[in-house]
């Protein structure tokens, strides 16, 4: 085995708000302007270091258009961490964050970690959602929150920081195979990784 920790990670939100230029800018070091709209679901995989240990994340990559809703809530089950997504310029992206909630209740096995993210910070003149407004419905919702740009790179690694470091948190004695769906051994948490960690919603 390669790691020792497995999570299965899922981006959600709606479509335009950054997911895939999120993902390619945390996996591939890229960003591009054009916009191409995601189908169905992609998937990729980066490996973290957190301490001593190896922790392998797939990523999800929904897509965010309506017709495609349904076949994504498929995807939800086994997921350990959810990013919920908006853009800062656009309000209904934002007013849209209490449904994509309401899918992760119905549709999730597991309680995951959910993270809220700002995206596009980059565009202060177009920005109609205030980065209080945003952290203010995290507070509510009980996430933690922060913004990002998958253009300039603001925060994005951080965005992963706080999602790991909340997955080991709260997952620390488990670990699962996502693609056969089988649970591997439990996993013993080092100590010297947990003093490590900064997830704000422990
Ligand atoms: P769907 O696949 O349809 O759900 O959309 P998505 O959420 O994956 O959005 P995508 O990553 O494709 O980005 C949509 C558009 O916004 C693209 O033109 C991107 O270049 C642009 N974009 C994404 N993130 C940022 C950002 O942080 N800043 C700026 N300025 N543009 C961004
Ligand atoms: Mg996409």
Not at 100 to 119: A, M, Q, S, Y
Request: hydrophobic share 40%; glycine share 6%; with cysteine.
């Amino acid at each position: 085995m390669d790691y020792d920790y497995i999570f299965k990670i899922l981006l959600i939100g709606d479509s335009g708000v950054g997911k895939s230029s999120v993902l390619l800018r945390f996996v591939d070091d890229v960003f591009s302007d054009s916009y191409v709209a995601s189908i169905g679901v992609d998937f990729r995989v980066r490996t973290v270091k957190v301490g001593d240990k190896i922790v392998k994340l797939h990523l999800w990559d929904t897509a965010g258009q309506e017709r495609f809703r349904s076949i994504i809530t498929q995807f939800y089950r086994g997921s350990r961490g959810i990013f919920v997504m908006y853009d800062v310029t656009n309000r209904d992206s934002f007013n849209s964050v209490q449904m994509w909630l309401k899918d992760i209740e119905n549709f999730t096995t597991e309680d995951p970690v959910r993270l809220l993210i700002g995206n596009k910070a980059d565009l202060a003149s177009r920005r109609v959602i205030p980065f209080q407004l945003g952290k203010q419905l995290a507070e509510t919702v009980g996430m933690p929150f922060i913004e990002t740009s998958a253009k300039s790179s603001q925060n994005v690694d951080a965005a992963f920081q706080i999602m790991v470091d909340c997955l080991l948190g709260r997952f620390e004695d488990v670990s699962h195979n996502e693609i056969d769906d089988k649970p591997l051994p439990p996993v013993p948490v080092d100590p010297t990784v947990k003093r490590k960690l900064s997830c704000p919603c422990s």
